[in-house]
């Protein structure tokens, strides 16, 4: 028997006994005991092979050139502008939004990747930013127990997009090889090596876990609340651990030869757009596999951007984005909102291009929101933030039309005039459009059961078919 099936998780229950005493503030419950959770998960798994559904969150730093990116007209009949225009060929798939706005994100600066997916109050009086879970992460408690990875976390580079349930943030990997191995790669020293190998983590952890509760008892209150939050920490490696000492005996799905070739090159940041679309094929290639069914996909920080001189540009998009009205800045601008959409396009074209059961493509099963943050990054405005809402016609979504939350109360966008346009992008015109309606809305879409996430006020019954 082994070391999971016998002494750990034992050991683990003991813990969760102990922690039940009134010192604890955060009780490791029934419901945080990672053996119950995974045997929940796989009597879910059991009731069905329902069509999967899947969710990509992809996002762009620094906003956008909003003078040239703006979309005039609402409804069905409205022209894709300059930056947008290789999105034609998916226009059937696509839904642009504006008007969206996250209320605890207007004014900040370069902190906006960081509640994309949460919409948390970035700061607080007497203590420091305390995030909360990210929607792609309450789609993934869903989908995990159909897959082998519960949501995978890529960069091109930057941060994450992703945060657990305890506010703390899930690494990104930016490198294509390391993307594949974790995928597809053969396990060091093979199935058994593998095993030997999380027998060991969780004998690690287990003696963390055994401190960790002699010592609550010696510390004050708030070093005990920030105890609790690492021993939550502690128990989601736990449960990831354990989940990969489960599939072991799985085999991973078996790829070309050619493809593993062109998936695992060591590609040079200087070639954005290569990297670009080799980030993309990797995620399309978990999805068909049914490796992963969520995925988020940061294009960069407010802080870190690529520089693409492939297209003549050498700054980085955090530079180009305090452009202070240069003309020529503000073309650079317009010209890697361009490039982003194409590498965008690309990856919808891919999603088209793979046919599924029922006349059903994967971009059909898989719904894909595409946006930053901030709308306006040279005086950090973010409100109408610039949002692309793609696929997920599968479940339910309709697509087709510009969904505008500006027009009806602003009448028109006066682009000739920059100064009021800039206004738009500063505060809401309709305070009632929180992005976070949107995201509670592509929950509901995985099947989470939610009435509220962040501070929605409503599902967004426009992307409703």
Known sequence: MSYFNSRRW??????VLRGMGASLALPLLHCMDPASLLAEEKAEAEKGKAKPKRAVFIYVPNGVNTLTWQIQQAGADYEL???????????????????L?????IGQAHECDKIWLTAAKISQEG???????????????VTSP????????LAITGGTLAWSPDGIPLPAERRPRAIFDRLFGVEKGGVEGAKRNLNRRGSVLDAILEDANSFRGQIGTEDRNKLDEYLHAVRDVEIRTQRSYDWLDIPKPEVAEATKAKLTRDIPNTDAGDLYRTIYDLMVLALRTDMTRVITCMSGSESNGLA?????????????????????????LTETDTFLVQ?????????????????ETLLDRTMVLFGSGMAYGHSHGNANLPMILAGGSGLGLKHGNHVDFNLPSLGNYTMDDSQKHYRVCSRPID??????????????KMDVPAEQFGDSNRVMSEILG
Not at 10 to 15: A, E, G, I, L, P
Not at 146 to 153: G, I, Q
Not at 343 to 359: H, P
Request: charged content about 20%; hydrophobic content about 30%; overall charge neutral.
């Open 308 to 332: 693409i001189p492939e297209i003549g540009v050498a700054q980085t998009r955090h530079e180009l984005s305090h452009h202070n009205g240069d003309p020529e800045q503000l073309r650079r």
């Open 431 to 444: 305070s009632d459009a929180h992005l976070s309606n949107l995201l509670l809305t592509m929950m509901q």
């Open 101 to 105: 706005y996250h209320p605890n994100g």
């Open 146 to 153: 159909h897959t082998r990875f519960p949501s995978l976390e």
């Open 10 to 15: 034992k050991v683990s229950r003991r813990h």
């Open 127 to 141: 203590g420091a930013f305390r995030n909360s879970v990210s929607a792609d992460q309450m789609m993934a408690q």
């Open 81 to 99: 502008s300059g930056p947008m225009k290789s999105l034609e060929a998916h226009r059937q798939q696509i839904t642009p939004i504006s008007g």
């Open 343 to 359: 590498q965008f396009s690309y990856f919808l074209e891919r999603l088209k291009s793979y046919q599924e059961e029922e006349n």
